[in-house]
Nanobody, 125 residues
Framework: QIQLIESGGGLVQAGDSLRLSCAAS?????????MGWFRQAPGKEREFVGA????????IFADSVKGRFTISRDDAKRTVNLQMNTLTPEDTAVYFC?????????????????WGRGTQVTVSS
């Protein structure tokens, strides 16, 4: 069983940057997976943010964050990072990481599993 723990959230101002991390434990240590980041704002459905292939590339992103967010991974440390730049209040949400369950990369939440509990990101205007 894989466990994921997100960290790095917080309260920032519009225009600031934040780096989220997702640490994995359990499962097969040398097994790599496609990894995804999602977010959920109050009263809204969980939405795709970005994903990274198990080989480290490519990465894919939602249009709303393209050009501002990047994803990287360190398989030796079993971490996946979400670098968020030029944050806006619309980025305020709980951010989750999850393991891709498909061989191909996907933006669909139901194609992911082993969800972490999330980390809150709040961007003030």
């Amino acid at each position: 069983q894989i466990q994921l723990i997100e960290s790095g959230g917080g309260l920032v101002q519009a225009g600031d940057s934040l780096r989220l991390s997702c640490a994995a434990s359990g499962g097969r240590p040398r097994q790599t997976y496609n990894m995804g980041w999602f977010r959920q704002a109050p009263g809204k459905e969980r939405e795709f943010v970005g994903a990274i292939h198990r080989d480290g590339e490519p990465t894919i992103f939602a249009d709303s964050v393209k050009g501002r967010f990047t994803i990287s991974r360190d398989d030796a440390k079993r971490t996946v990072n979400l670098q968020m730049n030029t944050l806006t209040p619309e980025d305020t949400a709980v951010y989750f990481c999850a393991v891709g369950l498909r061989a191909f990369m996907t933006m669909t939440p139901t194609d992911y599993g082993f969800w972490g509990r999330g980390t809150q990101v709040t961007v003030s205007s």
